[in-house]
């Protein structure tokens, strides 16, 4: 079946330390998001890809980052330098035609713990 | 930036119940769409507007883009315990890139058997 894979599904990771984040579609979407969710909040939009080998900052890019070296991999790296990484992330695809129309296929989401 | 006003934040209804949510913002957008994100899941699209005045139905769940196109609201019908999860609306403007996409906070549905 068609669809978005994050893993790993819970990561643990002490402070300083830096984490990937992994995301695979098979859709055959060109665009792909990283967002970030905290209790309470909306969803916040870290990076995104239209297209292979290239990507932009979202509203939260600072102490994150990404690559897209192939159409079908997205994976987000948290850096030492995020301030406060502990966090739902979900990726996210959409069809290049509908990349303005908000319709977005969600993966199933990576909740990281930083101790 | 542009902001997106989600309300309520909560709701403890009884199955069977309806239950009606909405979402408003001091700017105009060109597409409303509904999410619906179960615990632990990513969200799922539910209702995806796209003409303001523009009324539309999935099963028991019906929303509405504003005439103004600054806000939108999501009814749920005849609440049954499986749509308990969190709501979100989101607003997109068109010609811009997808960073234009804004997410409400969303509404927690508990739903009472």
């Known amino acids: 079946d068609g669809g978005i894979t994050q893993s790993p599904k819970y990561l643990f990771r002490k402070e300083g330390q830096n984490v990937t984040l992994s995301c695979e579609q098979n859709l055959n979407h060109d665009a792909m998001y990283w967002y970030r969710q905290d209790p309470g909040q909306g969803l916040r939009l870290i990076y995104y890809s239209q297209i292979v080998n290239d990507f932009q900052k979202g509203d939260i890019a600072e102490g994150y980052s990404v690559s897209r070296e192939k159409k079908e991999s997205f994976p987000l790296t948290v850096t030492s330098a995020q301030k406060n990484p502990t966090a739902f992330y979900l990726c996210a695809s959409s069809i290049r035609a509908r990349a303005n129309t908000g319709e977005l296929f969600f993966g199933e989401g990576s909740r990281l713990t930083v101790l | 930036g542009q902001q997106l006003n989600q309300s309520p934040q909560s709701m403890f209804i009884q199955e069977g119940e309806d239950v009606s949510m909405n979402c408003t913002s001091s700017?105009?957008?060109?597409?409303w769409l509904w999410y619906k994100q179960d615990p632990g899941e990513g969200p799922v699209l539910l209702i995806a507007?796209?003409?303001?005045?523009e009324l539309t139905s999935n099963g028991r769940l019906t929303a509405q883009f504003g005439i103004t196109r600054k806000d939108s609201f999501l009814n749920i019908s005849a609440s049954i315990p499986s749509d308990v999860g969190i709501y979100f609306c989101?607003?997109?403007?068109?010609?811009?890139?997808?960073?234009?996409?804004?997410f409400g906070k969303g509404t927690k549905l508990s739903v009472k058997p």
């Open positions: 507007l796209y003409k303001a005045g």
């Open positions: 989101a607003g997109q403007n068109y010609g811009g890139s997808q960073g234009n996409l804004i």
């Open positions: 700017s105009i957008f060109n597409t």
